[in-house]
């Protein structure tokens, strides 16, 4: 069967099975780059540098924002494109995400690294953590360009309809940089900058293999010379479409600043360390959530385009139901082994204190996590932007700054992690009004066609 023409005909559970464990095993390879720097950082250099590498991470988001702003934009037009028998625009689209790519990527870096100082003050960089800090996001900048073209392109794979080739991507770099990191830290003692060569090597590698797949492999899709030339149009759709994840990702930066700020003035440099250990810990238990996200986008994008209003449905529940399990699991483990999960990263008796009694608080609500993220990005994949960033940012932003600015007065530390499951709970609450409406709507459009049964 034609790879993209099965997202239309197979089976709805195999075509989730078949897209969503790869993107689920190459989404947790990939969130090792973070998690695997931190534990090695941790116990390697110190609890001064995991608080300084914690500290980058507005920056790191943001770089991976641009990123997702052409490749998870470009990937849903791709898919609706294919869904409707339009190959040519398909490859007119992925022309123009990669060129826009490599100019995003390398604005990104130079001004970055031009105001990097000021930069991570404003974030909350204190004179303890800034060498640490300082030496990793550097490193980091300079090679933003593996991580944007890789990242961004590799969207693309998965929704012509290769899966495999698309985890295979993500586990080239995840595992080059377990190898590597240990042999910069330890053997070479290169500390935090240490680390973050490990990582952008390994995103250079997951960036020319992404290049060959398109170039030179057997790719539906092509990278064409005609196609690199910008399009307004296409770029605008491009934008579109991806502005919904980018502002969910600019408002994960923007709370993190706010939250490391809070973080050093309520709890200082250990509780900023803390916090580092549990948004890896966040990570790891979201990253299949989002392999989901990334399974069902194509499926749903193809099958709207196709007007096949019952597959789009059963899709949506089944990456509901299979999200929520996972958050519900990682739930679980995180109540019974908090100081556990917390002396992975360091054993510092500070450190597991305000770890174990934070990451309790902090994801007090992760179970109803799964299914507001899957139904926001439900909306991206259809493309209806302006919906799945309100949904987004309902959370991220909307709802959790103002809580991060309120609890921490009456509450101190433990207002830090009390704000972010009351925003999880309220924006789920938003999300599910939403969602039952566009179930209406959909069963609306699908009473005035002819029945599809669904295998």
Request: aromatic letters at 10%; proline letters at 4%.
């Amino acid at each position: 069967m034609d790879s993209s023409k099965q997202l239309g005909e197979e089976s709805i559970g195999k075509l989730l099975i078949k897209f969503s464990v790869p993107a689920i095993i190459g989404m947790l390879v990939n969130g090792l780059y973070n998690v695997i720097d931190r534990v090695f950082i941790g116990r390697g250099v110190g609890n001064l540098a995991l608080a300084g590498v914690t500290v980058t991470f507005p920056i790191a988001i943001m770089i991976m924002a641009f990123a997702m702003l052409v490749g998870i934009g470009s990937a849903a037009l791709i898919s609706i494109k294919l869904g409707q028998q339009k190959k040519e625009e398909a490859e007119h689209i992925l022309g123009n995400a990669f060129t826009l790519l490599i100019i995003i990527s390398i604005l990104v870096t130079i001004l970055g690294l031009i105001f990097l100082d000021p930069i991570l003050s404003k974030i909350g960089a204190s004179k303890d953590i800034m060498p640490f800090a300082k030496d990793y996001i550097t490193i980091i900048l300079i090679g933003g360009i593996f991580q944007g073209v890789g990242f961004g392109l590799n969207n693309t794979i998965r929704s012509e309809g290769n899966p495999k080739a698309a985890m295979f991507t993500m586990l080239i770099g995840g595992i080059l940089n377990t190898i590597l990191d240990p042999i910069f830290i330890f053997v070479f003692h290169m500390g935090t900058r240490g680390a973050a060569i490990a990582t952008i090597l390994s995103q250079a590698i997951s960036m020319i293999w992404v290049l060959y797949y398109f170039f030179g492999g057997k790719s539906v899709l092509k990278i064409r010379y005609k196609n690199l030339k910008l399009d307004a149009k296409v770029v605008k759709s491009i934008f579109a479409i991806g502005m919904s994840p980018f502002s969910m990702q600019l408002a994960a930066s923007v709370v993190s600043i706010i939250s490391n700020r809070s973080l050093v003035q309520y709890g200082g440099d250990i509780a900023l360390g803390a916090m580092g250990v549990i948004m890896s810990v966040v990570m790891m238990i979201l990253m299949p959530t989002f392999g989901i996200n990334q399974g069902c986008q194509p499926i749903i994008g193809y099958n709207y385009g196709a007007k096949n209003y019952h597959r789009v449905k059963h899709a949506l529940f089944i990456a509901i139901i299979a999200a929520t399990c996972i958050t519900v699991t990682g739930f679980a483990i995180i109540e019974l082994f908090p100081k556990q999960i917390i002396g992975l990263f360091n054993k510092d008796p500070e450190l597991l204190a305000v770890g174990s009694h934070g990451i309790r608080i902090y994801l007090m609500m992760l179970p109803i996590i799964g299914f507001q993220i899957v139904s926001a990005n439900y909306f991206q994949a259809i493309g209806k932007a302006g919906i799945s960033i309100f949904l987004g940012l309902s959370r991220q932003v909307i709802l959790l700054i103002p809580l991060l600015f309120i609890l921490p007065r009456f509450f101190g530390l433990t207002g830090v992690w009390m704000s972010g499951p009351s925003s999880d709970a309220l924006a789920s609450i938003i999300t599910a009004v939403f969602i039952f409406i566009e179930i209406k709507h959909l069963n609306k459009l699908q009473s005035e066609m002819e029945p599809v049964t669904v295998k």
